[in-house]
């Protein structure tokens, strides 16, 4: 890799095991990580034209990450930090694999599919109470019915992507206070009520 930043350096590293799971060789992060960076400078008012998933999946996607990841009073939501592009990046390259693929769009239609029979209703028409009733049956696994297993193994795998998007992006790095990139001048040691709370003394 060449003229990568120590930022860059440790996108590449945070998005590494997710590229991975979707089977995109080691050359490839790089040019995933770079695209991270670029969707954050992409004006809010700009919307994206999605290149894997469909205009309805689109949909269903960008309310999805929001029930992972909503916007609280310390950062924005899921969408604010563009994940459901920095999926549609990932799934559309090239080099992810076809199984990746087929599992993301069986899974949305799963989620469609379990809404319709229970509520005569697409995900993204249902209501805010009906989709966290569905969502409640698939995202606790040891909890979840047999007959959900597929709904189980579809969440968790994209629970997986939302936070790997928004922990890679700038941010999910606001919201867990990330502190790199900045001199200090004089180490004074671990700071007193850090070390209280850990019981450690030294």
């Known amino acids: 890799m060449t003229d990568l930043s120590r930022r860059d350096a440790l996108r590449i590293l945070g998005v590494a095991p997710l590229a991975a799971t979707l089977g995109l060789a080691p050359d490839h992060l790089e040019r995933a990580a770079r695209a991270v960076a670029n969707l954050e400078t992409l004006p809010a008012s700009q919307a994206a034209v999605p290149a894997f998933f469909s205009a309805h999946e689109w949909q269903t996607v960008r309310l999805l990450v929001d029930y992972v990841i909503p916007r609280d009073e310390r950062s924005g939501s899921a969408t604010d930090a563009k994940v459901p592009e920095f999926m549609d ?6 080099d ?5 693929k087929t599992a993301m769009h069986g899974g949305l239609a799963w989620l469609d599919n379990e809404c319709r029979s ?24 040891k909890k979840a019915r047999p007959e959900m297993r597929h709904g189980v193994t579809f969440f968790s ?9 928004f922990f890679s992006s700038a941010m999910g790095w606001k919201d867990v206070q990330y502190q790199g990139n900045v001199a200090l001048p ?8 850090a070390l209280a709370k850990l019981g450690v003394q030294y």
């Open 89 to 94: 990046f990932l799934l559309s390259d090239k």
């Open 96 to 100: 992810a694999s076809l199984g990746n």
């Open 118 to 141: 229970r509520f005569a209703k697409t995900f993204v028409q249902a209501t805010d109470a009906e989709r966290r009733q569905v969502l409640d049956d698939i995202a606790w696994p």
């Open 157 to 165: 795998r994209f629970r997986d992507l939302t936070a790997s998007g």
């Open 186 to 193: 004089e180490w004074k040691g671990c700071p007193p009520e």
